[in-house]
């Protein structure tokens, strides 16, 4: 946890130390363009901001789906579980000279 802490520090400084050496530039306007069509002039910082925001839902979604598989594991895995365990109960239960399920009783040792 003080690991994650440290880096998100670290690079909050960063984006601080970079967005005001660079605040003119940042400031400035762009339009895109996309074949024949063209945007109206946006602040770069907004572009940037945007990307960010996209990458940022993009990669939750991504998460959100990855989460929503692996619990769906999770449980398959889980009744799996109980599945196993009420069978070892099961077999727990037999009687030791019993022999087990499927296999045909051994008599003894041949009475002479």
């Known amino acids: 946890m003080r690991l994650r802490l440290i880096l998100f520090v670290i690079l909050l400084v960063f984006c601080i130390i970079v967005i005001t050496q660079n605040l003119e530039t940042l400031s400035q ?3 895109l363009k996309f074949f024949v069509w063209q945007s109206i002039p946006i602040k770069v910082y907004v572009l940037v901001l945007g990307a960010f925001l996209v990458g940022l ?8 789906a990855e989460t929503l598989g692996l619990r769906s594991q999770l449980r398959r895995k889980s009744r799996e579980l109980e599945q196993l365990e009420r069978e070892l109960a099961a077999h727990r239960n037999l009687p030791l000279e019993a022999p087990p399920p499927g296999q045909p009783r051994e008599e003894g040792p041949p009475q002479t």
Do not use: G
């Open 29 to 31: 306007a762009a339009s």
């Open 57 to 64: 839902l993009l990669a939750s979604l991504w998460t959100l």
